[in-house]
């Protein structure tokens, strides 16, 4: 590992720094730091923040931790949501020439894209020319998203090291710390945002498998507000202290003859979703165990979450703090550990 490296998560709602370097064969957390987008009282915007807002919130970020963007070098960013795709295919052999324009089809399936609009990356994951087939991971996006970001970091003075894909690099976290997995048993890894969720599935012996999820922390405030009436800061502060408890008991509508009715909640739409992928996985892979969830992302802490998941999932889910063997700082929690951990990712990628 270089002498340190950063990894910056530029989130729709947070913007979360962790800055690693090795100590006697141990990880050490050098620097962290995450910075809300948003002012307290002030709502969020499910079109996400404009650049500006973006511009002077990773400005903060970067002098709380009294770095000079514009000297670094070891500097790890990622993209995410639905805008980016990330698949483990199975191909025939294809020589380099040929694996190009099958990929950028492959990826026309998973994005809006056309030939000109696609940026991809790959790694053949087993097999050569000689073998009957392959595995590869893709990884694409598309070239405005690709280049809006890069124009971010350009306007900050920041040399981004390595881009990666924000599933990767939750998911690289467990794999660099951890080692391998153990048994048959495959691990899910969910990341519950603000505006989006994602899941990533990954076996010792089987594919790895990712999906966005259009349930998160905003769709959690919104079942709040309309389901008890209040504003949307009133609805962010029952959210953060009584968690599950305020979107599970306050689901209930009345019609017009003073019947109760149930109204479905985002949390239930998030574990139908969770379950889809879960039987997905197996249809392809033919894993039927799965391990556990880790659990983690700005808005896996709400009170309850992961002991209402396991219970409605029938498996065991845990906070995934990805710096438990780390060295670590006065400050770095659990709570705070779970929102850092596609960062942390990205601070453990090396080129």
């Not at 670094?72 to 324009?101: C, F, W, Y």
Request: charged residues 25%; hydrophobic residues 40%; aromatic residues 6%.
């Amino acid at each position: 590992m270089a002498k340190s490296v950063i990894g910056l998560d530029i989130g729709t709602f947070a913007i979360k720094l962790v800055e690693l370097e090795k100590e006697g064969g141990r990880y050490k957390v050098k620097n962290f730091f995450i910075k809300d987008i948003y002012n307290p009282g002030e709502e969020f915007d499910p079109e996400g923040p404009g650049v500006s807002r973006l511009e002077s919130s990773i400005k903060e970020v970067f002098q709380a931790v009294k770095l000079n963007p514009k000297r670094l070098r070891n500097v790890n960013t990622s993209l995410g949501g639905p805008s980016v795709s990330v698949k483990q295919i199975k191909s025939i052999a294809l020589a380099p020439e040929e694996m190009e324009s099958s990929l950028v089809f492959e990826a026309r399936k998973h994005l809006p894209l056309d030939e000109s609009d696609a940026v991809i990356d790959s790694q053949i994951l087993r097999g050569d020319m000689d073998s009957q087939d392959m595995d590869i991971m893709l990884v694409a996006t598309t070239k405005k998203v690709f280049d809006n970001h890069l124009s971010l970091l350009k306007s900050l003075g920041i040399k981004s090291n390595i881009i990666d894909a924000e599933n990767l690099a939750l998911v690289n976290s467990y794999f660099i710390t951890q080692g391998s997995l153990l048994g048959e048993e495959a691990i899910a890894f969910l990341n519950v945002g603000a505006k989006y969720s994602n899941i990533a599935i990954v076996g010792e012996n089987t594919m790895l498998f990712t999906r966005d999820i259009n349930w998160a922390g905003i769709n959690f405030t919104d079942d709040i507000k309309g389901s008890l009436d209040v504003d949307y800061t009133e609805a962010e502060s029952i959210k953060k202290d009584r968690g599950i408890g305020a979107l599970v008991g306050g689901g209930q509508t009345a019609n017009g003859g003073g019947i109760r009715v149930a109204r479905r909640m985002a949390i239930d739409n998030l574990i139908d979703e969770i379950r889809r992928s879960l039987r997905y996985y197996t249809k392809e892979t033919g894993c039927r165990n799965f391990q556990k969830i880790l659990l983690c992302g700005g808005s896996s802490a709400l009170p309850n979450l992961n002991s209402h998941l396991a219970q409605h999932l029938n498996m065991t889910v845990e906070i995934y703090n990805p710096f438990a063997g780390f060295i670590t700082p006065p400050g770095l929690d659990e709570n705070t550990g779970t929102r850092l951990a596609v960062a942390c990712g990205l601070a453990l990628r090396e080129d």
